[in-house]
RNA sequence: UGAGGUGUAGCGCAGUUUGGUAGCGCGCUUGGUUAGGGACCAAGAGGUCGCGUGUUCAAGUCACGUCACCUCAACCA
């Protein structure tokens, strides 16, 4: 027990100091490097393994949805993001800019995209004549940056991975359309792959995309009880089309703009997962995402016969589908069952000469620590059954996690206590942005989303009615 | 940008008050014994003490400058 405590005490207390386990987290477990730009971070194989994870898991939608992936160049002119004034007022602060190049000082600064409706809209408006050209339904997988003054590993860095789709529609209805469905895309694959619980809905002016008509979103409850953002669906109506002229003949013969959506999940998910599942002994990561899904671990691997037992599951786990890793190394069980724990894996299988003897083989999981025997036999079947019921337990514990943490507030005085307590605050909202203000200077809360029904009368930091329902939470 | 803090081995740190041989733990290498919740023994490798200038017989330690990073605030889809 002293080992163990010794063990736990490499990573931050979770409960008291909650950003400096994160950080342990992400570096201990070798998800992350610090890069060498202050704000960027190097992705290593392991973290990066999450990501490809996640990518297969919504690229498979998007196309069900009609999607194709495309790619448009990384360095976009100052001159294309100046276009929309809502939107280059949003970005301009945080924006990279390339301003030589091949020796010389460029006639034109190239900025560093931070998100690419900007040069995806020149390129549609030469693409598009016709209704016959619509709807255009494209994503595309890169990197952005937005040099932010401070930064966390996977919340936010100055550069990081994401996906953004880009669409065009003929009408107001078809291009709304679209932005719920993304919106419910994001939601599916939050709930089914990421067991993370989120709440959607629409953001404020105040919190809307730079550019867009509304925006909608998804917040999901960290460990904390603060909001993450993680992933939001822009309807952008005709604003970005009549910046970059983005028009086609309709079949009445008029010339009309095309309605634009854009919607976007980055590796900010990665962190989501992270806050949402870890313990105090470190990640714990859904069975559907992560990298390594069950870690054989033998025990007295040095005895006649142990090893090849491992190494003939290991095939059979494989065979069967499974993401299955062998630690063959010299380090003590105990040394690896800490570190593996550390890391996430859902499934851990203990092998040693007792079990050989017995037929049998010990299944640990990493949701709630325990421990099950067996039939070497039905290895196969005990395992897909064990990791389909870890993905479906972190979920709900999730979900009842989150729900038992959504409070209502009928005052200022309420709502910063409810935030104080780690809660999501449902809350009455005039709708002016004084009050939207006045809430977040006096309970450093924002507003996320608007609730799905309206519920409450009387607008929390002016008693006014209230137009709106509001989530407020403190936010990443 | 405002306030505070930290830079010493791969990582975490002590040493700075009062200048005098560069230290500890973990990790790493080699060999051996072990093994069901971070094993043990032995031997070994690893350092321009962030950088610069100065004071001094002598600077990790004192002075001045400079750079980087961290925390809080501010900023932030």
């Given amino acids: 027990m002293a080992k163990e405590n010794e063990f736990v005490s490499q990573i931050a207390d ?19 490097d610090y890069g060498p730009v202050r704000g960027t971070m190097v992705i290593r194989p392991y973290g990066y393994a999450i990501w490809e994870n996640i990518q297969r898991e919504l690229d498979k939608r998007f196309k069900e949805t009609g999607h194709e992936n495309a790619y448009f160049p990384l360095l976009i002119p100052m001159s294309f993001m100046t276009k929309e004034a809502e ?51 494209m994503n595309q997988w890169c990197n952005v940056m937005r040099w932010e003054k401070t930064t966390r590993p996977f919340l936010r860095t100055s550069e990081f991975l994401w996906q ?9 209805e078809e291009a709304m359309e679209e932005t719920m469905k993304m919106l419910s895309v994001y939601e599916e694959v939050a709930r089914t792959c990421l067991a993370m619980p989120v709440l959607t809905g629409r953001k404020t002016e105040k919190e809307k995309f730079a550019g867009a008509v509304a925006t909608y979103g998804m917040e999901a409850m960290m460990h904390d009880g603060k909001s993450l953002q993680a992933g939001t669906s822009h309807y952008l109506g005709q604003n970005f089309s009549k910046a970059f002229n983005i028009q086609f003949s309709d079949k009445d013969g008029a010339l009309k703009y095309g309605y634009t959506t854009s919607w976007g999940v980055s590796t900010r998910l990665i962190g989501g997962i992270i806050m949402t599942h870890g313990d105090q002994r470190g990640l714990v990561l859904p069975p559907v995402i992560a990298p390594v899904q069950a870690v054989i671990v033998p025990i007295a691997s040095k005895k006649p016969g142990v090893l090849e037992a491992c190494r003939a599951l290991k095939g059979r786990l494989a065979e069967a589908g499974v993401r299955v890793t062998l630690d063959d190394s010299d380090n003590s069980p105990g040394w690896k069952f800490n570190e593996w724990e550390m890391k996430g894996v859902p499934v851990r299988i203990e092998l040693g000469p007792r079990d050989l003897e017995a037929g049998k083989l010990l299944l640990a999981r990493r949701d709630t620590h325990e421990k099950s025997e067996a039939s070497l036999e039905c290895a196969e079947a005990a395992v897909a059954a064990l990791l389909d019921d870890v993905q479906q337990n972190l979920y709900l514990r ?36 004084a009050c939207e203000d006045k809430v977040k200077e006096f309970a450093q809360a924002t507003a996320r989303v608007f609730a799905k029904e309206d519920t409450a009368e009387r607008c929390v930091a002016c008693g006014k009615k209230s137009a709106h329902t509001v989530i407020f939470a403190r936010a990443y």
């Fill in 14 to 32: 979770i409960e008291t100091d909650f950003p400096q386990w994160y950080t342990d987290v992400v570096l201990k477990t070798k998800l992350v």
């Fill in 87 to 137: 939107h280059v007022e949003g970005f301009a602060p945080e924006v990279a800019v390339v301003t030589h190049a091949g020796g010389e000082k460029l006639a034109e600064p190239l900025c560093i995209r931070p998100t690419s409706e900007t040069i995806i809209g020149t390129m549609y408006a030469k693409w598009i004549q016709s209704y016959r050209d619509l709807p255009v339904l």
């Fill in 164 to 172: 953004e789709g880009h669409t065009v529609h003929a009408t107001e």
């Fill in 398 to 433: 999730a979900k009842a996690r989150m729900e038992s943490r959504i409070v209502s507030a009928e005052t200022l005085d309420e709502l910063l206590d409810g935030v104080n307590q780690g809660n999501f605050v449902r809350a009455g909202w005039c709708g002016c942005r």
